[in-house]
């Protein structure tokens, strides 16, 4: 039997430590993807936070655009993603005339269409922070009003019907 000398034991020591340590870091990929998914997690959370402030700013600024032109007493309202778009059937007294109100902040733009069609014609409403009025007189059926963007179109559309 051959002894060893504290110096070469210790050396051999080192070399197998470093040769563990050097295999641990590399061959654990379950660490790297933790590490990887919680960084991708982190950044899709701050892109919706952008995101949500960007849909707050393009809604303040709706809403602004359409509080310039009131006019009426307000009888329903709201603010959409132009990407979900507006479906309403707002109750409208029949004969009365109504006013509304359309503006959508963003880029592209939306169709805007009434059902019973007689209620009012199709008109376009560009994402271009103008507001697009419309009058409407109510008959006996109920009216429906959609708003649907364009294939691409962004941003938020917001609306208010008045009566006149």
């Known amino acids: ?35 990887n998914t919680t960084s991708s997690q982190t950044a899709a959370s701050a892109s919706q936070a952008a995101s949500k402030t960007q849909e707050k700013k393009l809604t303040d600024q709706a809403q602004a655009a359409l509080a310039a032109v009131q006019g009426g007493t307000m009888v329903e309202a709201g603010a959409e993603r132009v990407t979900d778009g507006i479906h309403t059937e707002p109750t409208l007294s029949q004969g009365k005339t109504y006013k509304l109100n359309l503006v959508c902040v963003g880029s592209g733009s939306a169709h805007l269409t009434f ?16 507001v697009v009025q419309q009058r409407i007189t109510a008959h006996k059926l109920p009216v429906r009003i959609d708003v649907e963007g364009t294939k691409g179109s962004t941003g938020v559309i917001a609306w208010q019907i008045n009566s006149i």
């Open 1 to 35: 039997m051959t002894n060893l000398s504290p110096r070469a034991w210790f050396a051999g020591c080192a070399i197998a430590a470093s040769a563990l340590l050097l295999t641990a870091c590399t061959s654990g990929s379950g660490d790297g993807e933790a590490a």
């Open 115 to 130: 059902s019973p069609a007689i209620t009012a014609p199709k008109t376009e409403v560009p994402c271009d922070q103008s």
